[in-house]
């Protein structure tokens, strides 16, 4: 069936580079998305890719698919302070009511 | 800029309670959806709705579940006896048929969820 991981946490210093990494298994997924969760928030659509890309770039964010290996990846350049928060990897298929599989999101804490 | 509102954002009820979980999805929105959250879990897919009729449903969305759009801005989802293991955050969504950004065609805005506790 359809399934999405992701690791559970990742602290990076601030001003670093985060990568948050994510793996799929539905080949016939046609939108890779990033979510971000802030506290008491909802899930806000961050980026995301086709599956016929290989790279999407958007300011700080950098996405990154293999779609071999069914593997996503995305990267905040000069993480702030701001930028903590749950990333939740998910995929999606080209059609107007199709459902989004959502991974169990990445917790990311920014330290000084 | 238009977003999707729930209420309420926090409910408490007995098992074996019903209760209605409520959404305002953004006005010119023609697709509705219901997700949940499991404490610790992933966001998982209950409804999908358009045209006044359920387009896809989960595994766990089963008799004891029902959503409806009663008056052309709310859409609701209802837990007929409440389970503790339904116990999660309930996030509402909704997507126009074609997205103000031209290459997504089915994204989806999120409300801030309803925590539902059930004791």
């Known amino acids: 069936g359809e399934d999405v991981e992701q690791s559970l946490f990742l602290s990076v210093r601030e001003g670093d580079s985060s990568v948050i990494n994510c793996t799929y298994t539905d080949s016939s997924s046609t939108y890779l998305y990033w979510y971000k969760q802030e506290p008491g928030a909802g899930l806000q659509l961050l980026t995301y890719?086709?599956?016929?890309?290989d790279m999407k770039q958007d300011q700080r964010l950098t996405v990154l698919l293999n779609k071999k290996d069914k593997h996503l990846s995305l990267r905040i350049a000069d993480t702030q302070t701001g930028d903590s928060a749950i990333y939740f990897c998910a995929e999606g298929e080209y059609s107007s009511a199709s459902k989004i599989i959502f991974g169990s999101g990445t917790r990311l804490s920014i330290r000084p | 800029e238009p977003e999707v509102t729930q209420t309420p954002s926090h409910q408490v009820t007995q098992m074996g309670q019903e209760v209605i979980l409520r959404c305002v999805p953004i006005?010119?929105?023609?697709?509705f959806y219901w997700y949940r959250q499991i404490l610790g879990q992933k966001v998982e897919f209950l409804v999908s709705f358009y045209n006044n009729e359920i387009s896809e449903k989960s595994e766990i969305f089963d008799d004891q579940f029902s959503v409806e759009r009663p008056d052309g801005s709310n859409f609701t989802l209802k837990i007929r006896s409440t389970k503790l293991e339904d116990s999660a955050m309930y996030f509402c969504?909704?997507?126009?048929?074609?997205?103000?950004?031209?290459?997504?065609?089915?994204?989806?805005?999120f409300g801030p969820g309803t925590r539902l506790t059930v004791l």
């Open positions: 969504a909704s997507s126009p048929r074609t997205s103000g950004r031209a290459q997504l065609y089915n994204e989806q805005f």
């Open positions: 006005s010119n929105h023609l697709y």
């Open positions: 890719i086709f599956s016929n890309m």
